[in-house]
């Protein structure tokens, strides 16, 4: 059984939908963060499935790299931002 592009699109768009609600719902900062790797993880799930129904027969490392390089971003803002609501709560 083989998925396709539009369940692919299907499974980004829940994982963008669950991290906004996720991000809106909650009122404590910190906790409202956590919606942040699901918004970018969501993104790198529409961009490794577009990669691979893109390219018929070539590579499909583009898709994989940018998937990287939008989970090392999406920890990186889970990081300052935990560090600037740790600093806020300190005051």
Do not use: N, Q
Request: glycine share 16%; net charge positive; no cysteine.
């Amino acid at each position: 059984m083989s998925a396709s592009l539009v369940t692919v699109f299907f499974v980004a768009a829940s994982l963008v939908a669950a991290g906004a609600f996720t991000a809106a719902w909650r009122r404590d900062m910190a906790a409202a963060l956590a919606g942040i790797p699901l918004i970018l993880g969501g993104a790198g799930v529409a961009f490794v499935g577009v990669a691979r129904f893109a390219a018929a027969g070539g590579p499909h490392l583009f898709g994989h790299g940018f998937a990287v390089l939008l989970s090392i971003a999406a920890i990186a803002l889970l990081a300052l931002g935990l560090g600037i609501a740790g600093r806020e709560g300190a005051r």
